[in-house]
């Protein structure tokens, strides 16, 4: 099953490297999927995974490496989705906040139950959605941040495309993805977990 994970990560990777629309956003863009996978090489023993957080993982990263290929704002499938739906933007953009929210929920979720952080359900999903919040605002701070020093390609990395709530939005979006989650996913997750526990949480 790792082979077949590490198999899909390398294909997509590898396509996505190929003639990217700018390879500075693409550095930009992947890097985050690359830090993810080195930092679950360095902890697959000590830290193994329930598969639902890896499947998680493997389609958020796929979804940072479409990104980095085309750039957010000329995602070609969401061009085409425009006329459809009525959008005035390329809307792909959401989908990567969306899963920056909805992936990082199950992450943090089962760090704090493994680790035994937080017993009680209320408070350790409120925790959650706080960290995922956090987590969305550091990124439009990296981004900010590199708007300022990147000049001509802060467009393209920003993927605003004139849209001057931009950075509200995916914030929002973000949230709403880490509640998807955590309704969504806490089931499938306490059943995967049981495995590292004599009971499920």
Same mark, same amino acid.
């Given at each position: 099953?790792?082979?077949?994970?590490?198999?899909?990560?390398?294909?997509?990777?590898?396509?996505?490297?190929?003639?990217?629309?700018?390879?500075?956003?693409?550095?930009?863009?992947?890097?985050?999927?690359?830090?993810?996978?080195?930092?679950?090489?360095?902890?697959?023993?000590?830290?193994?995974?329930?598969?639902?957080?890896?499947?998680?993982?493997?389609?958020?990263?796929?979804?940072?490496?479409?990104?980095?290929?085309?750039?957010?704002?000329?995602?070609?499938?969401?061009?085409?989705?425009?006329?459809?739906?009525?959008?005035?933007?390329?809307?792909?953009?959401?989908?990567?906040?969306?899963?920056?929210?909805?992936?990082? +929920?199950?992450? @943090?979720?089962?760090? &704090? !139950?493994?680790?035994? %952080?937080?017993?009680?359900? #209320?408070?350790?999903?409120?925790?959650?959605?706080?960290?995922?919040? +956090?987590?969305? @605002?550091?990124?439009? &701070? !990296?981004?900010?941040? %590199?708007?300022?020093?990147? #000049?001509?390609?802060?467009?393209?990395?920003?993927?605003?495309?004139?849209?001057?709530?931009?950075?509200?939005?995916?914030?929002?979006?973000?949230?709403?993805?880490?509640?998807?989650?955590?309704?969504?996913?806490?089931?499938?997750?306490?059943?995967?977990?049981?495995?590292?526990?004599?009971?499920?949480?």
């Amino acid at each position: 099953m790792k082979l077949i994970w590490l198999f899909i990560f390398v294909g997509v990777f590898v396509w996505s490297g190929i003639h990217p629309k700018d390879y500075f956003i693409w550095i930009l863009e992947v890097a985050p999927a690359m830090l993810g996978i080195a930092i679950m090489v360095a902890t697959h023993k000590s830290f193994p995974l329930t598969p639902l957080l890896y499947a998680l993982i493997l389609i958020h990263c796929i979804i940072l490496m479409v990104g980095g290929h085309y750039t957010y704002a000329d995602v070609p499938l969401f061009d085409a989705l425009k006329p459809i739906f009525g959008f005035e933007r390329n809307n792909y953009d959401k989908v990567g906040h969306f899963a920056q929210g909805f992936v990082p +929920a199950m992450i @943090a979720r089962e760090i &704090l !139950i493994r680790k035994q %952080v937080v017993a009680f359900d #209320g408070w350790r999903n409120f925790i959650i959605i706080c960290i995922c919040l +956090a987590f969305s @605002a550091f990124y439009e &701070l !990296i981004e900010w941040f %590199v708007a300022i020093s990147s #000049g001509e390609s802060a467009d393209a990395f920003l993927g605003t495309q004139g849209y001057a709530w931009d950075t509200q939005t995916d914030m929002a979006f973000a949230l709403l993805g880490a509640c998807c989650s955590l309704a969504m996913l806490s089931g499938i997750h306490n059943r995967q977990l049981g495995k590292f526990f004599k009971s499920s949480p």
